[in-house]
């Protein structure tokens, strides 16, 4: 059974842009969770999405937004980058609400 | 003051070494345990799921849960060089996906 998969895998932007990240859960899998993850705050919750709804939400700004379509992909969206946005994003799956989570490899993003 | 802290290390250990990484918690809400191992450049692999106060042993690796100390533990036996990584424990309340983190501890296992 094939992994989380995340695209792309690196992204260079600069201040002011927007970026689009895209992550396909596990096959069956309906949540997606989303991850920032920085070498000063360490991995830190983005958001949760089940059957297409936010059904939980981290501490960050409403530059960050997030989405679920019908088929359990997730696309995560940041605007107005920031240089402190530069992390590593990462998206787990799970099959239901509460369980066990696997993530993908993640997003470099790299803000200039 | 962070609500779950872990030691960043880094731990360097010789192979063979049982090697011993905890975490402490502040919420006693937190009833679901995680232990994940990222590489370098990585996401997170999940290594041991445990649910309220107890062990489990999966392996060469045992995780101990002590919710009336708020403190977790994961114990490697045997350590070896494929073991460097950095370990991070993870928990949540339940009824939901979020998961809280440590910062990680970064483990050098040596020939």
């Known amino acids: 059974k094939a992994g989380v998969t995340q695209t792309p895998r690196y992204l260079i932007k600069t201040r002011g842009q927007q970026v689009t990240l895209s992550c396909s859960p596990i096959?069956?899998?309906?949540?997606v969770s989303w991850y920032q993850q920085t070498p000063g705050q360490g991995l830190q919750f983005l958001f949760e999405?089940?059957?297409?709804?936010?059904?939980n939400k981290g501490n960050f700004p409403g530059r960050f937004s997030g989405r679920q379509f019908s088929n359990s992909r997730s696309e995560m969206n940041v605007s107005t980058l920031e240089l402190g946005d530069s992390a590593l994003y990462l998206c787990?799956?799970?099959?239901?609400?509460?369980?066990?989570?696997?993530f993908g490899p993640g997003t470099r993003l790299l803000v200039l | 003051q962070k609500e779950v802290e872990q030691d960043p290390g880094p731990l360097s250990v010789p192979e063979g070494a049982i090697v011993s990484l905890n975490c402490t918690y502040s919420?006693?809400?937190?009833?679901?345990f995680m232990w994940y191992r990222q590489y370098s450049r990585k996401g997170p692999e999940l290594l041991m799921y445990?649910?309220?106060?107890g062990n489990k042993e999966d392996g060469r690796f045992t995780a101990q849960v002590d919710k009336s100390s708020k403190y977790i533990s994961l114990f490697i036996r045997d350590s070896q060089p494929s073991d460097s990584a950095t370990y991070l424990c993870?928990?949540?309340?339940?009824?939901?996906?979020?998961?809280?983190f440590g910062t990680g501890t970064q483990l050098k296992v040596e020939l």
């Open positions: 993870a928990m949540t309340a339940g009824g939901g996906n979020k998961l809280t």
């Open positions: 999405y089940f059957s297409e709804t936010q059904r």
């Open positions: 919420n006693s809400a937190f009833q679901y």
């Open positions: 787990a799956s799970s099959r239901g609400r509460s369980g066990t989570q696997y």
């Open positions: 096959s069956g899998h309906r949540s």
């Open positions: 445990t649910y309220s106060s």
